[in-house]
């Protein structure tokens, strides 16, 4: 009777370890992104807990007393993710969001106004009423050259030794502004595009579209004027690029950066909206974080 009872309670110590190893829970079973990515949380009593986003490879995040979290980025469609710890198995979709638009298409606008800002005043007032008059300017061009073909050709040198002079202002730009350019094509997920001690800029891409991007500003350039101003002209030029507003962005802004200031540990996330763009501002003890989604 002795060695029955023991047996008993030894396989019903085994039984409830088993249940014990087996919990397995999440904090939702829909989730929408927020910012760049989904942060997925709950608890568990293994050791590692294994997910798997739609039919993608499985990844593992490791538990930490009890809870455990991981992010999957945002995505233009519902996404399920099935998520297990032991022989205990979870299913949660994460929602789907609105892309801010093709990913290369936004890079060329982007680096273009990047190079340009390193012209001089008077140059790049050159260039943009060059390109508002380029039509006119070459219709005028062809009927020159019915009537005073020698004026025409003259007027064509003109025009060439410009272009071969603001081929090279444009080509010096290029290489004062390498550091800040992003690159023309990048793989799907979420990384840093570029990366200067002013400013880093982070994007979450997902075939071939640009999801979100995130501005990350250490707090401490931004008691400098050259960090000011790195932060005020990178940001001006991701909203611009993102056909937002950036002068009313930014009087939104330093009004939550003041209250930012007041209070010095907190991290609490800001919202401001400018012609269908969302702007999510955040603070750390280190960094300022803006995230740009639609």
Same mark, same amino acid.
């Given at each position: 009777?002795?060695? !029955?009872? !023991?047996?008993?309670l @030894?396989?019903?110590?085994?039984?409830?370890a088993?249940?014990?190893?087996?919990q &397995?829970?999440?904090?939702?079973?829909?989730?929408? *992104?927020?910012? !760049?990515?989904?942060?997925v949380k709950?608890?568990?009593?293994? +050791?590692r807990?294994?997910y798997?986003?739609d039919q993608? #490879?499985?990844?593992?995040?490791?538990?930490?007393?009890?809870?455990? /979290?991981?992010?999957? *980025?945002?995505?233009?469609?519902?996404?399920?993710?099935?998520?297990?710890?032991?022989?205990?198995?979870?299913t949660?979709?994460?929602k789907?969001?609105?892309?801010l638009?093709?990913?290369k298409t936004?890079?060329?606008?982007?680096n273009?106004?990047?190079?340009?800002?390193? &012209? *001089?005043?008077k140059?790049q +007032?050159?260039l943009?009423?060059?390109?508002?008059?380029?039509?006119?300017?070459?219709?005028?061009?062809t =009927?020159?050259?019915?009537t005073? #073909?020698?004026?025409?050709?003259?007027?064509m040198?003109?025009?060439q030794?410009a272009a071969?002079?603001?081929?090279t202002?444009m080509?010096t730009?290029?290489?004062? =502004?390498?550091?800040? &350019?992003?690159?023309?094509?990048?793989?799907d997920?979420v990384k840093?595009?570029?990366?200067t001690?002013?400013t880093?800029v982070?994007?979450?891409?997902?075939? @071939?579209?640009?999801?979100g991007l995130?501005?990350?500003? #250490?707090t401490?350039?931004?008691?400098?004027?050259? @960090?000011?101003?790195? /932060?005020?002209?990178t940001?001006?030029?991701?909203?611009?690029?993102?056909?937002?507003? *950036?002068? %009313?962005?930014i009087n939104? /802004?330093?009004?939550v950066l003041?209250?930012?200031?007041?209070?010095?540990?907190?991290?609490?996330? +800001?919202?401001?909206?400018?012609?269908g763009?969302?702007f999510?501002?955040? /603070?750390?003890t280190d960094d300022?974080y803006? %995230?740009?989604?639609?």
């Open positions: 009777m002795k060695k !029955l009872l !023991l047996g008993t @030894g396989l019903l110590a085994l039984t409830l088993g249940c014990s190893n087996n &397995l829970t999440t904090k939702k079973t829909s989730y929408h *992104p927020t910012a !760049l990515t989904a942060v709950g608890n568990a009593s293994v +050791k807990v294994t798997q986003i993608g #490879p499985k990844q593992s995040v490791k538990v930490h007393s009890g809870a455990y /979290f991981f992010q999957v *980025p945002a995505a233009t469609k519902d996404q399920t993710v099935k998520i297990s710890a032991g022989s205990a198995k979870k949660i979709t994460v789907k969001v609105r892309a638009g093709n990913y936004l890079a060329a606008k982007y273009q106004m990047v190079v340009a800002s390193y &012209l *001089p005043t140059v +007032k050159q943009q009423d060059a390109q508002k008059t380029q039509a006119a300017t070459k219709k005028k061009l =009927a020159l050259a019915k005073d #073909p020698a004026a025409a050709a003259a007027a040198q003109q025009q030794a071969k002079q603001l081929q202002q080509a730009a290029k290489k004062k =502004a390498k550091d800040q &350019l992003l690159p023309t094509t990048t793989k997920g840093n595009l570029t990366a001690k002013y880093t982070r994007a979450n891409v997902q075939d @071939g579209k640009l999801m995130a501005m990350i500003t #250490p401490k350039q931004m008691k400098t004027k050259t @960090g000011q101003k790195q /932060f005020g002209t940001f001006a030029l991701l909203g611009t690029t993102l056909k937002a507003k *950036p002068k %009313y962005v939104k /802004f330093e009004k003041k209250d930012a200031k007041k209070k010095s540990t907190s991290t609490t996330t +800001k919202t401001i909206e400018s012609n763009i969302r999510n501002t955040g /603070f750390s300022l803006i %995230y740009m989604t639609k």
